[in-house]
Nanobody, 123 residues
Framework: QVQLAESGGGLVQAGGSLKLSCAAS?????MGWFRQAPGKERDIVAA????????YYADSVKGRFTISRDNAKNTVYLQMNSLKPEDTGVYYC???????????????????WGQGTQVTVSS
């Protein structure tokens, strides 16, 4: 069973930076970060394969966010720079099942979820 725990959220002014962390227990493979704004669906922000050789970014965050992982620490990171008010939301870490071989963007393709961490960007 995989358990995920996010940290690093908070309140930041527009243009600022935050770094989210997702600590995992149990084996993880393809990992993703999702964002859910109030009244909206949970959408993918970024994803990364186990080796880190392949990543995915939503168009809205390309060039501003960077996903990375440290498998020795079982931790995945999301570095968020040049934050905008529209980046506000609850950020969730998620893991695909152990036999998954490719990144998927749909949330229902991810089997394990953390509790989420709030990110608020003020204008």
């Amino acid at each position: 069973q995989v358990q995920l725990a996010e940290s690093g959220g908070g309140l930041v002014q527009a243009g600022g930076s935050l770094k989210l962390s997702c600590a995992a227990s149990g084996g993880t493979r393809i990992m993703g970060w999702f964002r859910q704004a109030p009244g909206k669906e949970r959408d993918i922000v970024a994803a990364i394969t186990w080796s880190g050789s392949s990543t995915y970014y939503a168009d809205s965050v390309k060039g501003r966010f960077t996903i990375s992982r440290d498998n020795a620490k079982n931790t995945v990171y999301l570095q968020m720079n040049s934050l905008k008010p529209e980046d506000t939301g609850v950020y969730y870490c998620a893991s695909r099942h152990a036999f998954a071989r490719q990144i998927e963007v749909a949330s229902d393709k991810y089997s394990y979820w953390g509790q989420g961490t709030q990110v608020t960007v003020s204008s």
